[in-house]
């Protein structure tokens, strides 16, 4: 039950290598960082894994879930959730609706599917805020509902894209401390890209400088 | 009651054969929609089509589509073209309203379904005698091709509180333009009606012995036509806009009348004027001028094309249009005012009662005032006058 | 590479397999048609070609060459004059962005035929303005002068201007906001540049190469115009156009063959208006130039701003003065020279529902339809590039949307209702498919933005939560993006109804809409029943516009970050 990444290379739409045959292996439970200079192509690894690249880039290697080859699949059946450095909300959605859009489909009946959604708003500690619009929670507030909604559709990886960078210092701890917790509860493997040593510290998991 | 009635009238007076293949045409027409393609440009004749339409969809379950023309030509090209890409059948359009130059053509060509007009039932009230009005178009013989529906004579309208009425004849109209700089025009010649003014002056002016009924050719055309270019340079300069342009038809010369910017306006419907004022289109001080010497006349023809898709349908439509009620409702100037097309001496007690028992009101011509009728030119003079004017006259 | 991939090849291949089947090889053998029927070959007609003699029956013509000239003047004037307001317009308001638009949107959605018939009660010579002048000028008749229909085409130049002027600021508005504006005003200004400087040495050389399509629809429409010049234009002769469409539905079939000569004419003549309009651009872009490198700081220009200020607010009043004549006339019973308001009111007009009840239905439905499939279309299509990875509007596919705007209307129409002649489409299938030809390009157009605009990320946020591309588009792209699609929808549905020359041409006189309706009633004699389409037909696509603007803000009442979407 692993995350791994098989001689992966990208090349930009330019030509340009950006990865070259990167080898890694994300163990359950754990979280790997991602650290390195803007512009060496962190991001686009994520996209890669994600299945989220966008067209021009090309792809070399393998990226296998839990034993299973994912390369070619398309983003949305891979079973890989994403947070990004912006929480994205659908702006359409209440609070609410945002994680019942994330809820797997497997879960059935309204009560149930209603349940699960009171008990991620309890963990993101937002309990009552269900009927708001995101555009009015704080930034704290849309980052735990983002990382709820992506655990709701039950990932069985997560793609972490500098998640803490755009918080106010002073709740970044906290966040982090909610996110890492949750991650290692749940049991699947995560990358984590990241500028910041302290992220890097909290993941607690291996760190792999590319350059 | 009254459809029943004359169901029955008509029972007794056709042979047994005709009403047999007459009720095999209504039997046809059942459910059958009529698209109708006839001028759209005056709302009461629009709304006369569409109450004829109402009794149709009552009496024979035919439903009328009046299909407003701006232009009768649209619909014959249509024919042409439909015919053309080899449509033999189910085309678009299932009666015209027609006219002489229109009738000319389709006919020339085959375009038209028939000699249907004796077999419909209502003919009999028509005087089909050889050279009675509804047996010539234009000139152009009928044989059965089309089928008579209302009156038409040309006639002036003025405006009796801002000019004087117009001369007796057509010479006198120069010093009577010249008096009224700018207020005098007539449609432009490309139109129909623009066409006939320009008829009504070479009839009065054309040499004598000039024989209009004939084909022109360029010799004819230049002799018969020479007075009527001397005449008209001297008029021109004294119309509206300095005669540099001119109203595209009588509807839009009948709104520049109504908005006071010229006095004169003209028409092929002696009742226009009247009921123009009734509707509140014309000032009530508009009347209805003739020349001493008659005006040109002629009878609305409706037809079907060779290639309808409800030939049957359509024929119950023209029989319709020549019900004695139908042409006394049309001949009421409350509804459309136009003349009748019927003989007053085949009509019965009642029919005859029903047209005497008609309202009059002062703008509308007494049959008496409309003077002698001038019968239509041969087709191509119009074709060739319109030609010419636009040559001699388009910048 | 692996199946999802062909998938989405897929719809790809759909989108751009329907736009070519539906409007690309429509528009190129309709031409392709009018080049063989314009060159004598029509075997339909049993004539067989090449051969000159259209183009020598065309150009006999009465007054054929003053017509040409007509069309060319009339159409260039009003695409400068439209030009030089609108840059001169937002120059000025360029502050005022969301007013302007506010107050620009009405006139947008009013149809050209609508606006035309109220403009020409008003400037006419017994019309409003005159009966205003008339006590002061004692004037007792009507002065016999010729303020519509002149020989000159003003009256139409100035209803085109009416009309192109806002489409033209709106294209201008948005295209202002792709460059950095501000900025480049703030460092040129405090180079000692005048605000009217910056605008022309800088800001209009930028933006005239962002909107050159915009300019080269308006110049089309504005060359080859029908149905404005009927009803503004000079009657004798007409312009190209009206001469060309007359000849079109001339009762001798034959005319078919000049007509079609006519419809090449008419694109050549686009094609002259165009090079010239290019000519002239880069003429002045360089004499622009050379005066810029003299360094002129012209801070007085800055007062000449005033000027395109007060053409736009008299352009308004005419324009609301057409729309208030519209609706007077509509409940008028006579209203005559020289009074200002109608002598008797009466609703007879609407209340004789016959009179207008059927043309306005007929026109409903086809413009629902139309905007309905034109919008199916264009969804698929932008949602057929996003999955290509190749957004927007790229490539040959750019060239094959605006090709219906950027050619003459009437060179394409009489080409394909030759081609429609054989073929056995009823008349309102083939009138619907005719208006989605002109919907669908400016749906795209309208829409391409917003969709390329909308954040990746929500869309691979939905893909990591396991959503597919249909849940994507469905419950993602289609609710965020709900403001957008319905002004789309609304402007669509305005095209639709303003659409005369494919209803006419392509229904062959069998389908009545409120356009081709007023039209006819305008040269009729009852100005009423004509007041009563035209205040429809400018009425309904602006109640559409309401509902577009309401409908999304109501739905996204409580949704802060979809408020302030562009209306």
């Given at each position: 039950m692993s995350l791994d990444l098989v001689g992966l290379g990208i090349r930009h739409p330019d030509g340009n290598a950006l990865i070259d045959d990167l080898n890694l292996s994300v163990a359950p439970g754990t979280v790997t960082t991602l650290t390195g200079p803007s512009g060496v192509g962190k991001s686009t690894l994520l996209n890669a894994v994600g299945g989220h690249l966008e067209a021009g880039f090309r792809l070399r290697g393998r990226v296998v879930l839990n034993g299973r080859d994912i390369t070619d699949l398309p983003a949305e059946r891979r079973d890989i959730g994403v947070m990004f450095q912006q929480a994205v909300m659908f702006p359409h959605l209440s609070v609410a609706d945002n994680l019942a859009f994330g809820l797997?489909?497997?879960?059935?009946?309204r009560g149930a599917r209603k349940a699960a959604v009171a008990k991620a708003l309890d963990l993101a500690g937002l309990a009552g805020l269900g009927d708001r619009d995101p555009a009015t929670l704080s930034g704290g507030q849309r980052a735990r509902v983002a990382l709820m909604r992506t655990m709701l559709a039950r990932p069985r990886a997560v793609l972490l894209d500098e998640p803490f960078s755009a918080l106010d210092p002073e709740r970044r701890h906290e966040i982090r401390e909610f996110v890492m917790a949750t991650i290692r509860r749940s049991g699947i493997p995560a990358l984590l890209v990241t500028h910041d040593r302290q992220d890097a510290d909290a993941a607690g998991g291996p760190v792999i400088a590319l350059t | 009651m009254k459809p029943l009635l004359s169901a029955l009238a008509l029972g007794l007076s056709l042979t047994p054969a005709l009403a047999e293949d007459w009720q095999q045409v209504l039997d046809q027409a059942r459910g059958q929609t009529v698209y109708f393609h006839a001028w759209g440009g005056d709302q009461r004749t629009n709304d006369f089509i569409a109450s004829v339409g109402d009794r149709l969809q009552d009496d024979h379950d035919v439903t009328l589509r009046h299909v407003r023309l701006a232009d009768t030509a649209d619909a014959v090209a249509r024919v042409l073209a439909e015919r053309a890409a080899?449509?033999?059948?189910?085309?678009?359009?299932?009666?015209i309203w027609l006219n002489g130059p229109n009738f000319l053509a389709m006919k020339e060509q085959d375009l038209l379904h028939g000699?249907?007009?004796?077999?419909?039932?209502?003919?009999?009230?028509?005087?089909?005698?050889?050279?009675?009005?509804?047996?010539?178009d234009f000139t152009v013989p009928v044989e059965g091709l089309e089928s008579p529906w209302r009156l038409a004579r040309f006639v002036f309208t003025y405006d009796s509180a801002r000019i004087a009425a117009p001369p007796a004849d057509m010479a006198g109209m120069v010093d009577w333009a010249a008096a009224n700089p700018g207020r005098v025009t007539h449609p432009d010649p490309a139109n129909f009606m623009g066409t006939t003014f320009l008829k009504q002056a070479l009839i009065e002016l054309a040499p004598a012995g000039t024989d209009l009924s004939l084909p022109p050719d360029d010799d004819s055309f230049a002799a018969a036509t020479a007075p009527l270019w001397e005449w008209y340079d001297a008029l021109r300069p004294h119309l509206w806009r300095d005669g540099l342009s001119f109203p595209e038809n009588e509807s839009i010369q009948q709104q520049l009348l109504n908005d006071g910017e010229v006095d004169l306006g003209m028409s092929f419907d002696p009742a226009s004027a009247a009921a123009a004022i009734a509707d509140g289109?014309?000032?009530?001080?508009v009347r209805v001028h003739v020349p001493a010497a008659g005006s040109i006349g002629n009878v609305s023809f409706v037809a079907i094309p060779a290639n309808a898709s409800n030939i049957a349908g359509a024929k119950v439509l023209a029989n319709a249009l020549l019900d004695p009620e139908t042409q006394a409702r049309m001949q009421n100037i409350d509804n459309l005012g136009a003349f009748s097309v019927l003989d007053p001496a085949r009509l019965d007690d009642a029919a005859t009662a029903a047209f005497a028992a008609l309202p009059t009101v002062p703008a509308l011509p007494s049959l008496q005032d409309l003077g002698p009728v001038l019968a239509e030119p041969h087709p191509g003079w119009a074709t060739r006058l319109t030609d010419a004017w636009q040559r001699r006259y388009t910048r | 590479m692996a199946a999802p991939l062909h998938k989405v090849r897929s719809l790809r291949g759909l989108g751009g397999t329907l736009v070519a089947l539906l409007i690309l090889l429509p528009v190129l053998f309709g031409l392709g048609h009018s080049v063989m029927a314009g060159f004598g070959h029509l075997p339909v007609l049993g004539v067989k070609g090449p051969s000159l003699s259209p183009w020598q029956t065309l150009l006999a013509q009465p007054g054929l060459w003053r017509s040409v000239i007509l069309s060319l003047w009339t159409g260039m004037a009003a695409t400068v004059l439209s030009l030089i307001l609108a840059f001169g317009a937002i120059a000025a308001l360029q502050g005022h962005a969301p007013r302007l638009r506010r107050v620009l949107a009405p006139l947008l959605a009013v149809p050209h035929a609508a606006l035309a018939i109220g403009l020409a009660f008003v400037i006419a010579p017994s019309g409003w303005i005159a009966r205003l002048l008339a006590p002061a000028l004692d004037w007792s008749r009507p002065p016999d002068v010729a303020t519509l229909g002149d020989p000159w085409g003003l009256a139409l130049i100035l209803g085109l201007i009416l009309k192109e002027t806002p489409f033209l600021i709106a294209i201008l508005l948005a295209a202002s906001s792709q460059i950095p504006l501000r900025a480049q005003m703030a460092a040129a200004r405090a180079l000692g540049y005048g605000r009217a400087a910056v605008w022309l040495w800088l800001l209009v050389p930028q933006l005239v190469r962002l909107i050159r399509l915009p300019v080269l629809v308006v110049l089309a429409f504005s060359v080859s115009v029908v149905d404005m010049a009927l009803i503004l234009?000079?009657?004798?002769?007409?312009?190209l156009s009206v001469t060309v469409s007359r000849l079109f539905t001339d009762p001798d079939l034959h005319a078919m063959l000049p007509a079609s000569a006519g419809a090449l004419m008419q694109l050549g003549l686009t094609a002259l208006a165009a090079a010239i309009l290019w000519a002239a651009m880069r003429l002045a872009g360089w004499c622009g130039r050379a005066i810029l490198r003299r360094g002129a700081r012209w801070q007085g220009l800055d007062r000449a701003l005033a000027a395109p200020v007060a053409m736009l607010a008299l352009l308004l009043v005419l324009a609301g003065l057409a729309a208030v004549t519209l609706a007077v006339w509509s409940i008028a019973f006579s209203w005559r020279?020289?009074?200002?308001?109608?002598?008797r009111l009466s609703l007879a007009t609407w209340q004789r529902q016959s009179a207008w009840l059927p043309a306005a239905q007929t026109a409903l439905w086809i413009a629902l339809a139309a905007t309905a499939i034109a919008m199916l279309l264009a969804v698929l299509w932008l949602e057929g590039s996003d999955r290509a990875d190749r957004p927007g509007l790229q490539g040959w596919m750019r060239a094959a949307v605006a090709l219906p705007l950027v050619l003459p209307q009437l060179s394409i129409l009489i080409g394909l209702s030759g081609l429609l002649l054989r073929a056995d489409l009823s008349p309102m299938a083939a009138v619907i498919w005719g208006h989605v030809l002109f919907v669908f390009p400016y749906l795209v157009i309208a829409l391409a933005g917003a969709w390329a605009a909308l954040d990746p990320q929500l869309t691979r946020t939905a893909a990591s939560l396991g959503v597919g591309p249909w849940g994507r588009l469905w419950r993602v792209k289609l609710p965020v993006l709900i403001a957008p699609l319905s002004l789309a929808a609304a402007l669509g549905f305005a095209v639709s109804i303003a659409q005369y020359l494919p209803t006419l041409f392509l229904g062959g006189g069998r389908v009545a809409t409120l356009t081709t309706e007023a039209v006819a009633l305008s040269s009729g004699s009852d100005r009423r029943v004509a007041a009563v389409h035209a205040t429809l037909q400018a009425g309904l696509p602006w109640l559409i516009y309401l509902a577009a603007l309401i409908l999304p803000a109501f739905l996204h009442r409580d949704r802060r970050a979809l408020k302030g979407e562009p209306g």
């Open positions: 797997s489909p497997k879960l059935r009946g | 080899g449509r033999d059948s189910g085309g678009s359009v299932d009666l000699p249907f007009v004796a077999d419909l039932p209502n003919a009999r009230y028509l005087d089909l005698t050889e050279g009675s009005a509804n047996t010539a289109l014309l000032p009530d001080t | 234009g000079p009657s004798n002769p007409p312009t020279w020289p009074d200002l308001w109608p002598d």
